[in-house]
């Protein structure tokens, strides 16, 4: 059914669905997915003295993906909008909203206006409204400041993820409770994996980010050195986090062999965006490593 022709109540829903679309399945299920994985591993992550019981986690999964999802909202109503964004979705993601005519630039921004305030208050009646606002300025930097088109950008992406780890963990666990030095280690070396492997999403843009002049790593180093660099960082942190949690054997396996399988698509180089999908898989399975290094 077009558009146009949807109900109108169900409009506004449909079009937060379509500007999230695409960062659903491969950031807010992940980052989703260590809030509550983080939080089953409570004791070795925080300083309660026990792990959060199930029945109490269940019903605060829903707020997990609440934040995330609203957060990620901001992000793409901010990075949608832009002329240079638009020119590049025109190459890269034609199905989006604005260029298929389902809202223009200006409503973007005004719906900008009052999504922002809202998204940042549920932020704080989660008790993490400090995370929600920093992400909102790193937004504003990545976007319309354009730190996305610059070097900077890996860092601007990897201090977000950071703020969600931390506020997803936190909705997950009992505010009383604090997030410990392990546990910022952890949130600190996931971290690390998204400053030096989330390159991989860049390997399937380079068209589009080409033509708006992005300085990512497949632009700047060539695409063969940025494969070889992203697949050895994969296959490192692989070995490094089991490490980490001091696991057997069994661990290395669990998240090597996943880390293997990403390397070998990334290397094949038949499908990136196929490569970016594993590469999600993988991610959530690192983030069990401390939910199984448990008592």
Same mark, same amino acid.
């Given at each position: 059914m077009p558009f146009s022709a949807q109900p109108r109540l169900v409009?506004?829903?449909?079009?937060?669905?379509?500007?999230?679309?695409?960062?659903? #399945?491969?950031?807010?299920? #992940?980052?989703?997915?260590?809030?509550?994985?983080?939080?089953?591993?409570?004791?070795?992550?925080?300083?309660c003295g026990e792990n959060v019981q199930t029945d109490i986690l269940a019903r605060r999964i829903p707020l997990?993906?609440?934040?995330?999802?609203?957060?990620v909202f901001i992000f793409d109503l901010a990075n949608q909008r832009l002329p240079e964004a638009i020119l590049e979705d025109?190459? !890269?993601? #034609?199905?989006? #909203?604005?260029?298929?005519?389902?809202?223009?630039?200006?409503?973007?921004?005004?719906?900008?206006?009052f999504s922002i305030p809202a998204t940042v208050a549920i932020s704080f009646v989660l008790g993490v409204g400090s995370e929600s606002s920093l992400i909102m300025i790193l937004t504003w930097l990545y976007n319309d400041l354009r730190g996305g088109d610059e070097i900077v950008r890996d860092l601007i992406i990897s201090a977000g993820y950071a703020l969600y780890f931390t506020a997803s963990l936190r909705i997950g666990i009992d505010l &009383?409770?604090?997030?410990?030095?392990?546990g910022y280690q952890w949130i600190l070396i996931v971290g690390g994996i998204i400053l030096t492997t989330m390159q991989i999403q860049d390997l399937k843009d380079q068209f589009g980010d080409k033509t708006r002049g992005r300085r990512?790593?497949?632009?700047?180093?060539? &695409?063969?050195?940025?494969?070889?660099?992203?697949?050895?960082?994969?296959?490192?942190?692989?070995?490094?986090?089991p490490f980490f949690w001091n696991l057997p054997a069994w661990?290395?396996?669990?998240?090597?062999?996943?880390?293997?399988?990403?390397?070998?698509?990334?290397?094949?180089?038949? !499908? &990136?965006?196929?490569a970016w999908r594993y590469w999600c898989v993988w991610q959530i399975v690192v983030y069990t490593l401390p939910w199984l290094a448990t008592d």
């Open positions: 409009q506004p829903l449909i079009l937060i669905w379509k500007f999230t679309e695409s960062n659903f #399945p491969t950031f807010v299920i #992940p980052n989703s997915a260590f809030g509550i994985l983080s939080a089953l591993a409570g004791k070795r992550l925080t300083d997990i993906i609440l934040f995330n999802w609203a957060n025109k190459l !890269n993601k #034609p199905w989006r #909203p604005l260029l298929t005519g389902q809202i223009t630039s200006e409503t973007t921004r005004r719906v900008m206006l &009383d409770c604090l997030v410990s030095t392990q990512t790593w497949p632009l700047v180093l060539g &695409d063969r050195v940025s494969r070889w660099i992203i697949s050895s960082f994969v296959l490192f942190w692989s070995i490094a986090c661990g290395y396996l669990w998240s090597g062999l996943p880390g293997v399988w990403v390397t070998f698509q990334v290397l094949r180089k038949r !499908n &990136d965006s196929a």
